[in-house]
């Protein structure tokens, strides 16, 4: 292949990217306006997580913790864009297959998008624009793109063989040789002139200025949809109502003085999020209703006025993701205001036979809860707000699930609208459906948070420490293990309750080398934590949190 042949397939390669780019800041702009759940990366994320086997999440979750999302989106676009610059050389070299291929696939996503549980009317729009906008893009740039000498060209511009009568002619005068070709005369269509660089700049400029413009246009979208100034607004502006029964009062000494060791309390914005939304759900609370039905007497409807006239109840409870690797950060403690959910089940007044609450989330999201669960002693709370403050958007703005004891794919739906009562002989949820075990109790854990997991500490006297957790149980003690040494009993914080986490710390005498540190919990039950390494998958990981440290001279 010429020079000239490679240029001329990249830029019809750079013009099928920037097509795309403008087609995806089209389609999402339009999604943000008329349908925001319904944003083509949106649709596509949606459909790959939904049919993803229960490893494949596991090991996104494993790889990129809570930028799992972020991973696929950047994975999505990737595909994307190479594909894009494949259909710029189509096009290039068979006119309109480039501009076809952009439009049928805005068409098949657009197909999609009706299918996803909060669709709207026009879901299947932004798709469709995205399609209709690269492909008319990249029409638009192949046209502005010079003609570039290719070896066809270069052969065309070869003079032609002399034909057989001329050849007779030139020996009739008795010419060995022929004669030399004349002046050649003014350039044909089919012998183009080399482009002149102005021509290739101008060309570069309106492919960079709409790629340009395509990323600035989603960047917006995006920004437009995290934000939701309608909804931000509402949520900024709402204020708490005071809980008729406040939290406990956290116990002298229970926050540990330790550098480096996890707040006692997890700030909302340190909160681990883990859920299968690309797009954030904007849900008005204006507009918010919760179904309760099913296996009961009687269905109950509750609005957000009605949910606020209940007496709140505020509680302090850990909540934990069953992709949580051992020592894992997929774990955290906060504060929740909400209402009793056994106090709504109980209006309801389930069938005897029932043993199962099915939660759904306005984005089509399930999770199937143990009915005993949420009607014993625990705090489980229909809850509205999260450390004093009405809930993130992002964890579940208006109202969300919290179920101390259950990991969160069982029990924790954010954005909650629909409360089934049922059986698990009769109904599966999102994640069981896919392998994961039905009922999902918070294993116990420990974890070691300083030192460092491969970090390194002066010689002398310092400190290892950490916290402990298995909500709705409680933790009686955490022994550590320095080497092959016996398992020495930490100092453990007061707990705040049974459902939180507990911190604890053992003093430390380092002498220089290597060092592996591990850490072991006993429950308030007796039962201590087990040894035997498991993945996550299919009903969370046990072995014991195991680390090295370097400690120096």
């Known amino acids: ?112 998008a009706p299918l996803r549980a909060d669709a709207v009317t026009l879901s299947w729009l932004p798709a469709l624009v995205a399609g209709i906008v690269a492909g008319l893009v990249l029409r638009m740039l192949l046209r502005r793109l010079p003609a570039g000498e290719t070896a066809s060209s270069s052969r065309d511009s070869r003079p032609e063989p002399q034909s057989r009568d001329a050849e007779a002619v030139s020996r009739s005068r008795g010419e060995d040789e022929p004669t030399a ?31 340009a413009v395509g990323v600035l246009a989603a960047v917006a979208a995006t920004a437009g949809r995290a934000g939701s100034v309608a909804v931000g607004a509402v949520r900024t502006a709402l204020r708490l109502p005071k809980p008729a029964v406040p939290a406990a009062p956290v116990p002298a000494g229970a926050a540990l003085t330790v550098d480096g060791l996890t707040p006692l309390i997890t700030p909302a914005a340190d909160f681990y999020r883990i859920d299968t939304a690309l797009v954030v759900p904007q849900v008005d609370p204006a507009q918010w209703r919760l179904r309760i039905h099913g296996l009961v007497a009687h269905e109950i409807t509750l609005t957000w006025d009605e949910l606020l006239a209940l007496p709140l109840v505020e509680s302090a409870a850990t909540l934990s993701c069953v992709s949580n690797e051992v020592g894992g950060d997929l774990v955290g403690n906060a504060v929740w205001l909400g209402y009793p959910i056994r106090e709504l089940l109980a209006k309801a007044q389930p069938a005897a036979d029932a043993d199962m609450v099915l939660s759904t989330s306005v984005d089509g999201f399930t999770a199937g809860t143990p009915l005993e669960a949420l009607t014993d002693d625990r705090a489980a709370l229909l809850a509205i707000g999260m450390n004093g403050a009405p809930l993130p958007i992002e964890h579940g703005f208006p109202v969300r699930m919290v179920v101390p004891g259950l990991y969160g794919y069982v029990s924790a739906t954010k954005w909650v609208t629909d409360l089934e009562v049922t059986r698990f002989d009769r109904a599966t949820a999102y994640w069981t459906s896919r392998g994961w075990s039905a009922r999902g109790p918070v294993k116990l854990e420990s974890r070691i948070d300083v030192p460092r997991a491969n970090g390194s500490v002066g010689p002398g006297d310092t400190v290892i420490a950490g916290v402990a957790w298995q909500p709705h149980v409680g933790v009686g003690a955490v022994e550590v293990q320095v080497d092959d040494g016996p398992w020495q009993r930490a100092e453990l914080a007061p707990a705040i309750s049974a459902d939180t986490w507990v911190q604890w710390r053992l003093p430390w005498r380092a002498t220089t080398g290597q060092h592996t540190l591990r850490c072991r919990a006993t429950s308030a039950d007796g039962t201590v934590q087990t040894a035997a390494v498991a993945p996550p998958a299919p009903d969370g990981a046990t072995g014991w949190h195991t680390i090295g440290v370097t400690v120096g001279s």
Request: glycine letters at 14%.
């Open 1 to 112: 292949m010429t020079g000239s042949a490679s240029r001329d397939r990249a830029q019809a390669a750079a013009a099928g990217v920037a097509a795309a780019l403008l087609g995806i800041g089209a389609g999402e702009l339009t999604a943000t306006l008329v349908a925001p759940s319904s944003s083509p990366f949106a649709v596509v994320g949606g459909m790959l997580i939904d049919a993803a086997p229960a490893w494949a999440k596991d090991t996104a979750i494993a790889w990129f913790g809570t930028g799992d999302k972020a991973a696929l989106l950047a994975g999505i676009a990737m595909v994307l864009l190479a594909g894009a610059a494949a259909l710029g050389v189509c096009e290039r070299r068979w006119r309109g297959v480039g501009v076809a291929g952009f439009v049928v696939l805005g068409a098949s996503v657009s197909l999609l």
């Open 181 to 211: 070709p004349a002046s050649p005369g003014p350039a044909t269509p089919d012998a183009p002139a080399a482009p002149e660089g102005p021509s290739r700049r101008r060309f570069l400029a309106w492919t960079v200025g709409t790629a």
